[in-house]
């Protein structure tokens, strides 16, 4: 069974940055792409950034320029780094995985930016 947990949300004050992690349960290198999405209530899921096997990175146009998602084989983690963090940015957090035709989707984590 494949499980993606999140971790790193919380609160955060305008302009500040926040990193989120997302630990697999398997190697990251099994999945075709992993990303993190966002959500707001009454909202679609938002694509944040996403990350090849081959370390291909996209970015959403709201967080260009300001974000970066990285990888860690040894501990099957990815990372979300967020800067300049807006209100906004106000959302519940999830981590996706693409593998073998299964997409799989953390529980999700909350980030509230507010002061």
């Known amino acids: 069974q494949v499980q993606l947990v999140e971790s790193g949300g919380g609160l955060v004050q305008p302009g500040g940055s926040l990193r989120l992690s997302c630990a697999a349960s398997?190697?990251?290198?099994?999945?075709?792409?992993m990303g993190w999405y966002r959500q707001t209530p009454g909202k679609e899921r938002e694509m944040v950034a996403t990350i090849s096997n081959m370390g291909n990175r996209n970015y959403g146009d709201s967080v260009k320029g300001r974000s970066t998602i990285s990888r860690d084989s040894a501990k099957n983690t990815v990372y979300l780094q967020i800067n300049s963090l807006k209100p906004e940015d106000t959302a519940v957090y999830y981590c996706?995985?693409?593998?073998?035709?299964?997409?799989?989707w953390g529980q999700g984590t909350q980030v509230t930016v507010s002061s």
């Open positions: 996706r995985g693409f593998q073998f035709g299964t997409v799989y």
């Open positions: 398997t190697s990251i290198f099994n999945f075709g792409a």
